[in-house]
């Protein structure tokens, strides 16, 4: 590993080798990708579903973030949740991607079954 070899340039690599660039590079698959994380997340800690809806609704209530700051704030926020509960932001990432690429011909072929939301 290299300077260079940051963790998202590391996922992005294992995330190209796994679905392909079309995939990848598509914003809005991304972001519901990320979605979808957030909710298994948010389900792992408790929260039901209506709480989520909830949650939805608020923030397509209001006006449209910039997309810089609220990756920030996304980190922030998840950094504060897996200190409190007591585990570490990078353990748990290198932890996963280490199982994505142990388990790469599973999560493709889960991955077709998916909605796509390539435009």
Same mark, same amino acid.
């Given at each position: ?15 190209? +080798? ?16 990320? *979605? ?13 579903? +209506?709480?989520?809806?909830? *949650? ?13 700051? +609220? ?24 932890? +996963? ?6 388990? *790469? ?15």
């Amino acid at each position: 590993m290299t300077q260079f070899d940051t963790f998202d340039r590391r996922a992005t690599q294992w995330a190209r +080798e796994a679905f392909g660039n079309t995939v990848v590079d598509n914003q809005r698959e991304r972001a519901a990708r990320f *979605i979808e994380e957030a909710i298994e997340l948010a389900q792992a800690v408790d929260l039901v579903e +209506e709480e989520v809806v909830d *949650i939805a609704y608020s923030v397509y209530c209001k006006p449209m973030g910039e997309v810089a700051q +609220e990756i920030g704030g996304t980190m922030v926020t998840l950094g504060v949740l897996t200190r409190i509960m007591q585990l570490d932001l990078e353990t748990c990432a290198e932890k +996963e991607l280490l199982r994505c690429h142990a388990k *790469i011909q599973d999560i493709r072929e889960r991955n077709k079954n998916k909605k796509s939301y390539l435009r």
